[in-house]
């Protein structure tokens, strides 16, 4: 079964150092979703693809963050530069845009801890 | 702007009990879509069951079913026949449009005891 590929799996970082997170979602899948989730709250959405194009990155804080999908398949997340309150679970997710299928499937997540 | 409530943070059940959670959203919107999704520890986000609002017939997905209560905003998940593996963080959610972001819920944490 196809599945949405996170890397890496877990990240430890020093403030004020740059982190990057790749995700690959399911063949096919145009709308890709990155989602942060602090421990013990639920995941909020950072930066919506569909193809290529950014449909909503309104809760992205754009100084430090910045995300891409050249190609509309894989996506890359960076920050520079992590501050502690980033500590997080780094959640991908992609749906078939165009079908009745409207699900969203998440990937394994990145859990990013900065020191 | 939409939100999602679940008043539970903590709840045990167990195993081979029911078990009913609760949610509430606020929205405007006539039709949207309602979700559970499940996060084991340590393990990727599932769905569980969804809905959508402009379906009265709660949906059901084996020991998995809904109560929605659109007047009311509600929108409650009954797990019967609780296994082990049920134990994880279960969020509700909201969806505007069949492409837009999902707006989970603060979470449940559901411990099936043996």
């Known amino acids: 079964e196809a599945e949405v590929a996170q890397s890496p799996r877990y990240k430890i970082t020093e403030k004020s150092q740059a982190v990057a997170f790749w995700c690959d979602p399911i063949?096919?899948?145009?709308?890709l979703y990155w989602y942060r989730q602090i421990l013990g709250q639920g995941p909020e959405l950072l930066v919506q693809?569909?193809?290529?194009?950014?449909?909503?990155d309104s809760q992205l804080p754009k100084d430090r963050f910045s995300a891409e999908r050249l190609k509309g398949v894989d996506s890359t997340l960076k920050i520079q530069p992590a501050e502690l309150g980033d500590s997080a679970m780094y959640l991908c997710?992609?749906?078939?845009?165009?079908?009745?299928?409207?699900?969203?499937?998440f990937g394994p997540g990145t859990r990013l801890t900065v020191t | 702007a939409q939100t999602v409530t679940q008043s539970q943070p903590e709840m045990s059940v167990q195993e081979a009990e029911t078990v009913t959670l609760s949610c509430t959203y606020d929205?405007?919107?006539?039709?949207?879509?309602l979700f559970w999704y499940k996060q084991p520890p340590s393990r990727q986000m599932i769905l569980v069951i969804r809905?959508?609002?402009?379906?009265?017939q709660n949906a059901t997905e084996n020991r998995f079913s809904v109560n929605f209560q659109k007047a009311a905003k509600s929108f409650s998940l009954k797990i019967s026949d609780s296994q082990l593996g049920d134990t994880a963080m279960y969020f509700c959610?909201?969806?505007?449009?069949?492409?837009?972001?999902?707006?989970f819920g603060p979470g449940t944490s559901l411990s099936v005891i043996p």
């Open positions: 959610a909201f969806m505007k449009t069949s492409y837009d972001k999902v707006i």
């Open positions: 997710a992609s749906s078939h845009y165009g079908t009745s299928d409207y699900e969203q499937y």
């Open positions: 063949s096919g899948h145009a709308t």
């Open positions: 929205t405007s919107e006539s039709n949207y879509y």
């Open positions: 693809f569909q193809d290529e194009s950014v449909v909503d």
């Open positions: 809905q959508e609002a402009y379906k009265q």
